[in-house]
């Protein structure tokens, strides 16, 4: 925090315009485990526990002439038992599984090279302080450039959006106003008024270690505009050791919008053994009425084989799902919403339901709850087995 407001306050000086803003946000949890959890070989072994979590983000930005200069603080402290798991034996072990579900995502940096975090777990609680975004950008009406820790934006889907593989999306978790950082440098040019090209030139030290070799992503995303309803967004380049190919097909009808995304993903460039991924989704959004709005998304994410149970690019474990959202104002200061989620494939169902009530303009209260409904083919999926029933409250201030 101490750096970033250093940054901000020496570039004030010459500034045009400034701006700070932020939020903070205090959540409680009671969670209960999924008792086949406990079996071999997952070894959840416990029963009930609650789970203390308070973040925040702190933003500046600072504008002057065609340059701007942006950073963003992120904090989060979070304390449960469930980081303090019981030897077995001689043996230490690693924090439960179910921490990593309520503090997604836990990786506020997806391509990372220069850290500028810090995180520490020490028996009950873990403390992040973690710089994830702070970039140059130079804007004129032809082209940007941007330098630094990027967020990239773009992409339809909010339960699964493959063809981003930068941000991961926060819908179907308890946390909002998070955001993922990404190392490196963006060119994008606007041919015209209806395409653009970015080109992305990002870095990741975690795979080989940070003293390592620096992890590429070579990647170029378009936006192409045929029509004022219909959008053709593409994607293609090599990204966490992987060729990457893709697109989006968005089409705006009179009161909905409908999209489509695949990506294809082929092997691991490096010797380590690894599958060819596919990612298919297809989205449907609708305001029925002027307090109903509808969404529905149905996906496939094809599993790496070879990967751990660590690995999945999204909230929930699922290789094959469908998803209703639904989202109803009962009066301008209440909503309360509901989603399904199903696993087509093994039969796992998840439900998510909140209601949030804003206090003032800038503070609200949720009450939330996520339980699965119905369990999935016991040898089909084990990660399913990890998804708790948790019911909790958040309050939330912006300023």
């Known amino acids: 925090m101490f750096f970033l407001l250093i940054i901000f306050n020496l570039c004030t000086a010459f500034a045009v315009e400034t701006e700070i803003s932020g939020n903070l946000e205090g959540q409680v949890r009671n969670s209960t485990n999924n008792p086949v959890a406990k079996d071999a070989p997952l070894l959840q072994d416990w029963d009930q526990e609650n789970f203390y979590l308070v973040y925040g983000n702190l933003h500046g930005k600072v504008e002057f002439g065609e340059s701007r200069i942006e950073a963003n603080w992120f904090a989060r402290y979070s304390e449960s038992n469930l980081y303090d798991p019981a030897p077995l034996g001689p043996f230490e072990r690693d924090p439960y599984f179910a921490t990593k579900i309520f503090t997604f995502p836990n990786r506020l940096v997806a391509r990372d090279i220069f850290q500028m975090q810090h995180i520490e777990q020490s028996g009950n609680h873990q403390t992040e302080s973690i710089l994830n975004k702070f970039y140059y950008e130079w804007d004129d009406d032809d082209q940007r450039f941007m330098l630094g820790r990027l967020y990239v934006n773009y992409g339809l889907g909010e339960i699964f959006n493959p063809i981003n593989p930068f941000n991961q999306p926060t819908a179907l978790t308890s946390t909002s106003q998070v ?70 097909v968005s089409y705006q009808f009179e009161e909905s919008l409908g999209f489509f995304q695949f990506l294809y993903q082929t092997e691991l460039i490096t010797p380590e053994p690894s599958d060819h991924l596919w990612d298919v989704l297809v989205g449907y959004d609708r305001q029925l009425t002027s307090k109903w709005h509808l969404r529905f998304e149905g996906g496939y994410q094809k599993q790496d084989d070879y990967a751990n149970l660590g690995t999945f690019t999204r909230f929930l474990p699922t290789e094959y799902f469908a998803a209703l959202a639904n989202v109803y104002e009962v009066h301008p200061l209440v909503k309360v919403s509901g989603t399904l989620v199903n696993d087509i494939k093994s039969g796992f169902s998840y439900l998510i339901g909140k209601g949030t009530y804003s206090i003032t303009k800038s503070t609200e209260v949720e009450a939330f709850g996520f339980s699965p409904i119905s369990s999935g083919d016991s040898t089909d999926n084990l990660a399913q087995k990890l998804v708790t029933t948790d019911i909790g409250i958040s309050l939330r201030a912006f300023f």
């Open 179 to 248: 955001a993922q950082g990404n190392d490196g440098v963006s060119f994008t040019f606007f041919v015209n008024d209806n395409h653009m090209i970015q080109f992305l030139f990002l870095g990741d030290k975690r795979i080989e270690n940070y003293d390592g070799a620096i992890n590429r992503t070579l990647w170029i995303h378009g936006e192409f505009r045929p029509t004022d309803k219909l959008q053709i967004d593409y994607v293609l380049g090599e990204d966490q050791s992987r060729n990457k190919i893709g697109s989006q």
